[in-house]
């Protein structure tokens, strides 16, 4: 895809497809991450899992990188307790090399007025499981959940993309234009984020949202018109764009009073 050897439709995107895309290729052991956060030289290798159990947790992200200290090891998940119980704040995510397989399960992930991805070179497939994100729209040009230079392969289920926490509600993006993606989102959330590049994809991309809801301002999404934009049983409640600013941020700390 992104050698312009295949140009992909939604039709390429069902669900067993897009699952075997993520098939893992390495196993590995399980860290507690509380202890792996205490511990600085701890390093992680192919295939671990990280888990973080209730609370509040913060995890620079340069700590995901391998031995190297450069490239992220392939096939590494990171748990936690349930989005409702564990907090954990890490943004601006990148490595060198591609980031193969990376997934995130039963958490809440805080960007801290960040972006979640900015990852610059070479390819990412990234796998997200009853996960809510948070704290992306903060106003600057660095807001935006998926940043890849390289192209990327997305896959989120039961998952909420919700802006309204951050410094500056309803102003960060859900991906960076421009790279090719191919991005599967089943019954997933989003709430004040910015939608338009998703909603312009052209024939280097994908995407399918299947059972999905959306809150925005401005353009429905079912009002779409796009052949590489597909979607299936979706719903979308407007939110008036002269809404005072005041109603729409929310306090990070009604969710994890902790934080």
């Known amino acids: 895809m992104a050698e312009d050897v295949w140009a992909p439709t939604p039709a390429d995107l069902d669900q067993a497809a897009v699952a075997a895309m993520f098939a893992p290729q390495r196993a590995g052991g399980a860290l507690d991450g509380a202890e792996f956060v205490a511990t600085p030289d701890a390093r992680l ?13 913060v995890l620079d992200e340069r700590r995901l990188r391998g031995e190297d200290g450069r490239t992220l090891p ?7 307790a349930g989005k409702d119980a564990t907090l954990l704040r890490l943004g601006d995510l990148g490595a060198q090399g591609s980031l193969a397989r990376l997934a995130f399960r039963d958490l809440t992930l805080d960007c ?31 807001c935006t959940v998926f940043s890849f230079n390289g192209g990327a392969v997305v896959h989120a289920t039961d998952c909420e993309f919700l802006g ?10 859900l991906l960076r234009p421009g790279p090719p993606f191919l991005m599967r989102f089943e019954r997933c959330r989003f709430r004040l984020i910015e939608l338009r590049f998703l909603s312009s994809l052209d024939a280097d991309s994908a995407a399918v ?19 590489h934009v597909r979607l299936e049983g979706c ?13 729409l941020q929310l306090q990070l700390t009604d969710l994890f009073p902790g934080a």
């Open 209 to 227: 949202l299947v059972g999905c809801q959306f809150e925005l301002l401005g353009s429905d999404p079912l009002g779409w018109s796009n052949e």
């Open 112 to 142: 801290d007025d960040d972006g979640l991805f900015d990852h610059r070179s070479d390819v990412s497939s990234v796998r997200m499981e009853r996960v809510r994100v948070v704290r992306f729209d903060a106003g600057h040009g660095g």
């Open 164 to 173: 309204g926490y951050g410094r500056a509600p309803g102003r960060g993006s």
């Open 235 to 247: 719903s979308s409640t407007p939110i008036p764009a002269d809404t005072p600013p005041a109603e």
């Open 45 to 57: 290798e192919a295939g671990t899992t990280l888990r973080f159990g209730p609370g509040v947790h």
């Open 74 to 80: 392939s096939d590494v998940t990171i748990v936690g």
